[in-house]
């Protein structure tokens, strides 16, 4: 198969990470690979603040889990039974995973298409990452996280502009466990041919 589209298929989110740090070679093609993601009006103004503090991810990773509001899994309505989410199982301290490495991506407050743009910059950095063995999820509720004290003081101390906002994470870090998590069987009747 062409190994895009394989990399496309194989890619699943990993929640279950090395503690080891990932090597800078790789954190750079991942970001460069973020940052020729498409962008509306082809404007770049998604912004990746990239963390590996891990005093701090572990605290913005607690805010992280603290503002899920979703719904618990049960038996048969789950997230991942391999790799856990925090809808899978209470007990995970960490919105983040304990992941080594967690980006925010920000993008402008007012500006219509910042979750787009934020969300295609992290589909290619989680494909860049997956293609050279790095595990990745995206973890939402970013606005929530950094409209937190502790979130509104670092992107101040970063130099992010108070006019950007988070608008989506990617953990990431080399994956625990050695077999990839399994993909749920696709939903039927997603593609609807039309026109004919
Ligand atoms: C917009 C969006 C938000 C997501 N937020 C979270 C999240 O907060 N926490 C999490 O563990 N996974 C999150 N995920 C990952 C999904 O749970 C995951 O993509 C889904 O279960 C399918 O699994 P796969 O990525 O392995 O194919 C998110 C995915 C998307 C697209």
Request: proline fraction near 5%; aromatic fraction near 6%; hydrophobic fraction near 40%.
């Amino acid at each position: 198969m062409n190994i895009v589209i394989q990399n496309m298929l194989e890619r699943r989110s990993v929640r279950k990470y090395k503690p080891d740090q990932i090597s800078d070679e790789d954190l750079n093609i991942i970001l460069e690979a973020g940052l020729y993601a498409p962008s509306a009006g082809s404007r770049q103004s998604a912004i990746i603040a990239v963390c590996q503090n891990a005093e701090l991810n572990a605290a913005l990773g607690k805010i992280n889990k603290a503002a899920f509001t979703g719904r618990n899994s049960t038996e048969t309505a789950y997230i991942s039974k391999d790799q856990p989410s925090i809808a899978d199982n209470a007990a995970i301290q960490s919105g983040f995973y304990h992941a080594p490495t967690v980006l925010t991506l920000f993008a402008p407050k007012n500006f219509l298409y910042s979750v787009a743009d934020c969300c295609v910059a992290a589909q290619n950095i989680m494909l860049a990452a997956h293609s050279l063995g790095v595990g990745s999820c995206m973890v939402a509720r970013a606005e929530d996280t950094f409209s937190s004290e502790l979130g509104r003081r670092l992107q101040k101390e970063w130099g992010i502009d108070e006019t950007y906002e988070a608008k989506i994470h990617v953990t990431l870090g080399y994956p625990a466990d050695a077999a990839p998590p399994t993909a749920k069987p696709r939903k039927e009747r997603r593609i609807i041919r039309v026109g004919a």
